[in-house]
């Protein structure tokens, strides 16, 4: 796997890293955890709608994502490539479709696990669901927000910069590491194995082909499965 990234190692001009490191993990922490709290109290306080709260909450997850890998990125190396942001192959891209759905339903036996040995059973998708159900053209805005920029903006964060990064103290800890730390920000409930799953997968296939692109298929896919396929039930059973 280490071979596959030193052709974007040895792309930095002189007197710039090859690679992020721990002041674009902090950069990128600091800006992150600054976004989640003010986008926590803007939540807290504004007076919306489930479908609206759903919508916003992707909205802001695909800027916090975003804004905080901006700030790691213009910190020290300025480019892209050591971030994992190059070209891939396609037959990369469509495996990362079937990666997905794989991924979907691991992480949702893991979840029911999760579940059944703490008995915390909340949803805390529900916001997100009702977005997707909220219509055509809230599905639509929801699968721009959710399934396309979400992902992206948390690719580049959580695998472009902090599994990337961490891949100095080996593959192994950079992939569980940068999981833990992915599941550990969605909190304590039943998401947070779904998340742990989804970083794992994202990391090794970030360490396979030196590019974030299939793992933001891979997340994209598992997230427009967790909004469409309660939809879907639902339109059916009714």
């Given at each position: 796997?280490?071979?596959?990234?030193?052709?974007?190692?040895?792309?930095?001009?002189?007197?710039?890293?090859?690679?992020?490191?721990?002041?674009?993990?902090?950069?990128?922490?600091?800006?992150?955890?600054?976004?989640?709290?003010?986008?926590?109290?803007?939540?807290?306080?504004?007076?919306?709608?489930?479908?609206?709260?759903g919508l916003i909450g992707f909205v802001f997850s695909a800027v916090m994502g975003?804004?905080?890998?901006?700030?790691?990125?213009?910190?020290?190396?300025?480019?892209?490539?050591?971030?994992?942001?190059?070209?891939?192959?396609?037959?990369?891209?469509?495996?990362?479709?079937?990666?997905?759905?794989?991924?979907?339903?691991?992480?949702?036996?893991?979840?029911?696990?999760?579940?059944?040995?703490?008995?915390?059973?909340?949803?805390?998708?529900?916001?997100?669901?009702?977005?997707?159900?909220?219509?055509?053209?809230?599905?639509?805005?929801?699968?721009?927000?959710?399934?396309?920029?979400?992902?992206?903006?948390?690719?580049?964060?959580?695998?472009?910069?902090?599994?990337?990064?961490?891949?100095?103290?080996?593959?192994?800890?950079?992939?569980?590491?940068?999981?833990?730390?992915?599941?550990?920000?969605?909190?304590?409930?039943?998401?947070?194995?779904?998340?742990?799953?989804?970083?794992?997968?994202?990391?090794?296939?970030?360490?396979?082909?030196?590019?974030?692109?299939?793992?933001?298929?891979?997340?994209?896919?598992?997230?427009?499965?967790?909004?469409?396929?309660?939809?879907?039930?639902?339109?059916?059973?009714?």
């Amino acid at each position: 796997m280490q071979e596959t990234l030193r052709p974007v190692l040895a792309e930095a001009p002189a007197g710039r890293p090859s690679r992020p490191g721990w002041p674009e993990i902090v950069a990128g922490g600091a800006t992150y955890a600054v976004l989640y709290a003010a986008v926590a109290v803007y939540l807290q306080h504004a007076d919306l709608s489930a479908t609206m709260t759903g919508l916003i909450g992707f909205v802001f997850s695909a800027v916090m994502g975003l804004g905080a890998f901006a700030v790691a990125a213009l910190l020290r190396l300025r480019r892209l490539a050591p971030f994992g942001v190059r070209r891939t192959s396609g037959w990369s891209l469509l495996a990362a479709v079937g990666f997905g759905v794989a991924a979907f339903m691991l992480a949702a036996i893991a979840s029911l696990l999760y579940q059944t040995v703490t008995g915390d059973h909340q949803n805390i998708q529900d916001d997100y669901q009702a977005a997707a159900a909220g219509g055509v053209l809230w599905y639509l805005a929801t699968a721009a927000s959710g399934f396309i920029a979400t992902p992206i903006g948390e690719e580049l964060l959580f695998r472009g910069v902090l599994t990337n990064a961490l891949g100095r103290y080996g593959a192994w800890v950079s992939v569980l590491a940068s999981a833990a730390v992915f599941a550990l920000v969605h909190g304590l409930n039943p998401v947070l194995p779904v998340a742990f799953v989804i970083g794992v997968v994202n990391a090794l296939l970030l360490r396979h082909t030196g590019s974030v692109w299939p793992g933001i298929v891979v997340h994209g896919v598992n997230n427009a499965l967790a909004m469409s396929v309660p939809v879907i039930i639902e339109a059916a059973s009714s």
